[in-house]
């Protein structure tokens, strides 16, 4: 059985190479970080305060009581009931959804979307080691948020060169994003540099920081003004934006 946090949609995609389409999440729960630099603030179920990234609640097992235990059937037929009449993009995230990537039913999910000529993003932070043995796998598309310092997560926990290479390798759509804040941009842009010389040829997008329109607005020129100057491209952080952090859009 597999742990879904949630299941929603149709709403736009809000961030990277294809936002603005029209997309259904597939969020699953667990992550290998806890990326406390994020400062995202929250109190779990038992009244504990702690920080976080935006996605805290498929992140912090403090929810697991929240999450849903579903097979692959299960997860298809709710993605069935939410799709309109026309074919939407499927974006499967987390929490870190590669924690599923030898389950059986995960990639039978995937491979399903994709034999139907759905488009598949994998949200993910790009650290752990995977595979690809299925001629499938090469149709998805990896939205890889690699961690800066800025997430208080070790180097050597963040930045896994081997599983970079195989993405960028074996896939053709794949791409980096990076989450900044004004702060950060130096630090950030010595960062990057190092990352983007294991994977050269990868399109890069820089986001500015926070779970909030008044936080977003806060960074944005800066990251923009970097983006120009380093020859990255910006992707605004629309779901932010619109509905600040709220849960399901």
């Known amino acids: 059985m597999l742990e879904v946090n949630e ?4 709403t736009i995609q809000g961030e990277g190479k294809y936002v603005g389409n029209p997309s259904i999440f597939i969020r699953f729960g667990k992550c290998n970080f806890r990326c406390e630099g994020f400062a995202v603030e929250y109190e779990t179920p038992s009244g504990v305060k702690k920080c976080s990234c935006d996605s805290f609640y498929a992140v912090d097992p403090a929810f697991k009581d929240q999450w849903h235990k579903m097979n692959k059937n299960e997860i298809i037929n709710q993605v069935k009931k939410l799709e309109p009449s026309y074919k939407v ?19 039978e999910i995937l491979k399903y979307y994709i034999s139907n000529g759905y488009k598949v993003t994998i949200e993910t932070n790009g650290s752990l080691n995977i595979d690809f043995t299925k001629e499938y796998q090469k149709e998805l598309i990896f939205s890889m948020s690699v961690k800066l310092s800025n997430s208080l997560e070790p180097l050597k926990k963040r930045v ?4 970079l290479k195989k993405i960028i390798t074996n896939t053709k759509e794949s791409y980096l994003k990076f989450v900044i804040s004004k702060e950060f941009i130096t630090k950030a ?5 190092l990352i983007s010389s294991i994977i050269p040829n990868c399109d890069i997008y820089l986001m500015p920081m926070g779970d909030s329109a008044y936080e977003i607005n ?4 800066s990251v923009i003004n970097m983006a120009i100057n380093s020859g990255y491209k910006y992707c605004d952080r629309l779901h932010i934006r619109v509905w600040d952090n709220k849960r399901g859009v």
């Open 7 to 10: 299941i929603f949609g149709p």
């Open 89 to 107: 993009d499927i974006v499967i995230t987390g929490g870190e959804p590669l924690l599923y990537w030898k389950d059986e039913e995960f990639q």
């Open 160 to 163: 896994n060169e081997e599983t």
């Open 189 to 193: 842009k010595e960062e990057i540099e």
């Open 218 to 221: 806060k960074h944005s020129e």
